[in-house]
């Protein structure tokens, strides 16, 4: 929450670029603390909105913040329920899933007829932010701990692999990449208080506090000499993005 407008920038730009569907039925999968279900009750404001994650303390802030929608615990690879929804909505999640051929054509599957798909994922697994975060747990007296923890985030296509998956189920595909440029003042040690709710998770959750000091300690002198700071103190944060819309052909 501490970079709450920066994070929810993306799903009002990628709410923006769905049609004017007449929705009654909208899902946000992955909600988080519910400020991208806001987004979407507002994109919708005559829609059932439903929300799911698989954090408990993601669920409580949600239900605390709209009270009026209904959430629920769970994840998305164990989400059953055939819909059908007129928006499904996936901001930021779906790069922790894998299997994306499968997981995305199973999502349109979802959708009623004429209904949009709306998917955002982080690209940035390239940067040096992420190279960062796998060359440091491989090289230090944690490395045995974070072996697996490199494989937790699943890698993303390109933006032809899923045009080419969806564009047979639908009748329209849209996908483009955008790069945000977000500045933040108090230099290496907020890009990492950025990732330390994202992408750093899997490399800090197995190590003891201790171990964990000392990885966050490396961490952030690495990422002050790949990030230097402006005259100012402040970085900017180069992080690009996914996004997708995908209305699933009437009569379907």
């Known amino acids: 929450m501490a970079f709450e407008d920066e994070r929810t920038r993306p ?26 279900t806001e987004v979407l009750a507002a994109r919708f404001p005559n829609a059932a909105v439903r929300g799911i994650d698989s954090s408990s303390d993601m669920i409580a802030t949600a239900r605390r913040r709209l009270p009026q929608v209904q959430f629920a615990l769970g994840g998305i690879e164990e989400w059953t ?100 440029y977000h500045p933040l003042s108090g230099g290496a040690a907020a890009i990492v208080e950025w990732f330390k709710g994202s992408g750093l998770t899997p490399f800090l959750e197995p190590l003891e506090l201790r171990v964990r000091a000392a990885y966050l300690e490396r961490y952030t002198a690495a990422v002050a000499r ?6 100012d103190g402040s970085v900017l944060l180069p992080f690009p993005r996914l996004f997708m819309v995908a209305i699933r052909q009437a009569g379907e």
């Not at 730009?13 to 004017?20: I, T």
């Not at 790949?226 to 005259?231: C, G, T």
């Open 81 to 180: 329920d055939a819909g059908p929804f007129d928006v499904i909505l996936a901001n930021a999640v779906l790069h922790w899933v894998p299997d994306h051929a499968t997981l995305l054509p199973g999502l349109v599957a979802k959708l009623a007829s004429g209904g949009g798909l709306a998917v955002q994922m982080p690209d940035n697994l390239d940067s040096p932010a992420h190279r960062l975060m796998r060359e440091i747990a491989a090289d230090g007296p944690w490395a045995p701990t974070l072996a697996a923890a490199s494989t937790a985030r699943t890698p993303i296509g390109d933006a032809n692999w899923y045009y080419e998956l969806l564009r047979p189920l639908c009748t329209k595909v849209d996908v483009w990449r955008t790069t945000y």
């Open 226 to 231: 790949a990030y230097p700071a402006l005259p």
């Open 11 to 36: 799903v009002r730009d990628l709410l923006s670029a769905l049609p004017d569907i007449e929705a009654r039925s909208v899902i946000d999968l992955g909600c988080g603390p519910g400020n991208s």
